[in-house]
Structure formats: C-alpha cells, structure tokens
C-alpha cells in the first residue's frame, strides 16, 4: 500500500474537514487533504499504538490486498501517512455529497428518492453476499452499518460506502459499531448474535445477522422518524402491531420482528416498494404515539 511522508510544517497546514451534525468521529480528526490533485479525506488516528491500533492497521492492509473483489460503491482507504517515519493515519478518496442520514431526515427530498437509496444499502448487502460465496473474502461484513456511513450523490443517483477501516474482514477483531451496544434490541436475543468477549474491542462480532440487524434498525428508524434501536421490547412489539394496522406489507413486518427471534434475520429490501408515502407518514412516532393515545381513551 502507498506511503505518503508528510513534514510537520505541512501537517500543521492541513484544513479540518467540515462534518454535518449527523457525522460523530471518536476514533479520529478528519482533515482535507489533497496529492497529486486528487481530494481525499485524511483520518488522523487517536490511537496509534497497541492492539487497537494493529488491528486497525491490519483491517486497511486487508481491503487493500483484497480491493479488485470489493463493490466500486466502497471508498477503499488508499495511503497511509507518516510523519517523522510513524504511521498517523491514513486517507481515502473524498466522496462528493451529504450523508444518507440527512437525505432521510430531510422533508424536502420525496418519499420516493429517500427510498430508493435507502434500498441500495439492501442492495450493497446483496453484492456482499455473492462476494462472500464466491470470493475469497467469505468473512466480509460492514459492521459499523448506520445512516451517515454511506453518502448519496444526487447527481449520480449513487450511494458510497465510507469508514470501512471498521469492517469485518479476515481475521481481524470486532470493531464498535453504533447499533451493536449492551443495550440495543438485539439483547433479547444473544444467542443469534456473537456477543464478544473482548472488552477493548466492539461489543459484537459482525456477521450476516449483525449487517442485516443494523440495516433493519435503518428502515425501522426511517419510518418511525427516530432511533427505535434501543427501544423497549414490549413497546417494539407494540409498534410492529401498529405498523400491521397501518398495512406495512407482511413480510416486511417479519422481517422486522425476525431481528429478536431465534431464526436468521432476512434483507428487506425487496419489500421496500411496497411502502406507500401514506405507509411513512402513519410510521412516523408522533402519529403513532397519537393514535396510541387515543384507542387508550
């Protein structure tokens, strides 16, 4: 993989990069950063020793090597950079436009738009699983899968895949990601998904079910207009009944409540065109909690 030497004086120059509201960097300081005329995002690490940060080093090294079996949708880190000779962090091609995260919390873009690249994150998930059957990366998961890890570029209608040196690939170790805590939903049900036993490291291993449990919680937290991946289970079998009232297609409701029972979890993006913009109106929490109210008159 490419080293780039970077002096003092010319780190010291870097410009931060300017991150929506949406986007939270814990593991890193983003800077602009521009070779040979290319923009690319520069992740200066917090951590640049010890385990965390070997396991980091190595997850980059892999989806690098790996590169030529790997969707064009993802933004594959491709430089490390050094200064004085150690390894700061690295940088990946800038990708142009704004998190799906503000596309589907935005009221100007139509239904219609926010679902359709809501459903090329499914459809990313498709690509993954023929990689993993007929590649040699049979152990590649997204892992840290939310809202502002894929950005959207209208221009293209395309969708981008970012921060993938928090991947699951070969045999590193389990990085945190932001729907698989101690206190998410998926707690009800430990025995389908791989609790890890390393504290320093993320609380669950990614698999199959963990990539297809964060991409449920996403459609889930579109129609509901918040975060349901805490939610109480009662309350979340309560809303599931709510949504069937509503007439959210069938299997799009299994595939929800699928998330907490002991069966494999299945992608819903086939199920996707089914929702109707009345559909997304009624989901959203401040009606639901409305007619909640009312039928308790």
């Known amino acids: 993989m490419k080293v780039i030497s970077l002096s003092k004086k010319k780190f010291q120059k870097l410009e931060p990069l300017v991150l929506s509201r949406d986007v939270l960097s814990t593991e890193a300081r983003l800077y602009q950063f521009s070779y040979h005329g290319q923009e690319k995002v520069f992740k200066h690490l917090f951590y640049k020793s010890g385990v965390v940060f070997a396991n980091k080093l190595y997850t980059i090294e892999m989806l690098d090597t790996h590169k030529a079996y790997l969707p064009e949708s993802f933004y594959i880190p491709d430089s490390f950079i050094t200064l004085n000779g150690n390894v700061e962090g690295f940088t990946v091609p800038k990708k142009q436009g704004v998190t799906l995260s503000v596309v589907l919390n935005d009221q100007r873009v139509k239904i219609k738009e ?5 459903k090329k994150v499914g459809e990313i998930l498709e690509q993954m699983e023929v990689i993993r ?3 040699l990366l049979d152990d590649l998961f997204l ?19 970012v921060d993938l040196d928090s991947c699951k690939i070969g045999t590193n170790q ?6 698989l805590t101690d206190d998410a939903l998926l707690n009800n049900v430990v025995s389908k998904y791989k609790i890890n036993d390393k504290e320093t490291m993320g609380y669950v291993i990614a698999n199959r079910n963990s990539d297809l ?13 918040e975060n349901m991946n805490r939610m109480d289970i009662s309350e979340f079998y309560a809303y599931l009944n709510y949504l069937e009232d509503i007439g ?12 907490v029972l002991s069966k494999e979890n299945k992608n819903p993006v086939r199920y996707l065109d089914s929702l ?3 559909n997304v109106y009624r989901a959203k929490k401040m009606v639901y909690r409305k007619v909640k109210s009312r039928n308790k008159m």
């Not at 926010?114 to 809501?118: A, N, R, S, T």
């Not at 899968?145 to 895949?161: A, K, R, T, W």
């Not at 959210?248 to 998330?259: A, Q, S, T």
């Open 143 to 161: 892992n840290d899968l939310h809202e502002s890890n894929f950005i959207v570029d209208f221009d293209n209608q395309s969708l981008g895949v």
């Open 174 to 179: 389990a990085f945190p990601a932001r729907y």
């Open 114 to 118: 926010q679902l359709y690249f809501l």
């Open 276 to 278: 109707t913009e009345q």
């Open 248 to 259: 959210i297609h069938k299997d799009l409701l299994l595939c929800f409540e699928g998330l």
């Open 133 to 135: 059957k007929y590649t």
């Open 213 to 225: 449990y964060c991409y449920n919680i996403m459609v889930m937290n579109y129609l509901y207009g």
